[in-house]
């Protein structure tokens, strides 16, 4: 089985930056495609934020371009989310996405928890 555990959220004030990370673990991995970032904000549907692929090339969301950076450590299973320059509007339950290949040639997407990320004064 796999668990992909999030971690770095917090309160920051507006302009502040986090930093966010995902780490999958699980004995039936055997690689692991894409990683992503989701937010879901009060009210309102998960959107996807940014997607990074096994090279370490990433997209993003217009809403986030500039200011987020994503990344990963292939050697770690871990996926980051760098934020700058946030504002209230990033407020949001962040959720960790991956798609992930067991020993037996078979694909999953796997979600974490989420961590909350509160952006106010």
């Known amino acids: 089985q796999v668990q992909l555990v999030e971690s770095g959220g917090g309160l920051v004030q507006p302009g502040g930056s986090l930093r966010l990370a995902c780490a999958a673990s699980?004995?039936?991995?055997?690689?692991?495609?894409?990683m992503a970032w989701h937010r879901q904000a009060p009210g309102k549907q998960r959107e996807l934020v940014a997607t990074?692929?096994?090279?370490?090339?990433?997209n993003y969301a217009d809403s986030v371009k500039r200011r987020f950076t994503c990344s990963r450590d292939n050697a770690k299973n871990t996926v980051y989310l760098q934020m700058n320059s946030l504002n209230p509007e990033d407020t949001a339950v962040y959720y960790c996405?991956?798609?992930?290949?067991?020993?037996?040639?078979?694909?999953?997407?796997?979600w974490g928890q989420g961590t909350q990320v509160t952006v106010s004064s």
């Open positions: 990074t692929r096994s090279s370490g090339s990433a």
């Open positions: 996405f991956a798609s992930i290949r067991n020993w037996e040639g078979g694909v999953g997407n796997y």
């Open positions: 699980g004995r039936s991995i055997f690689s692991i495609y894409d």
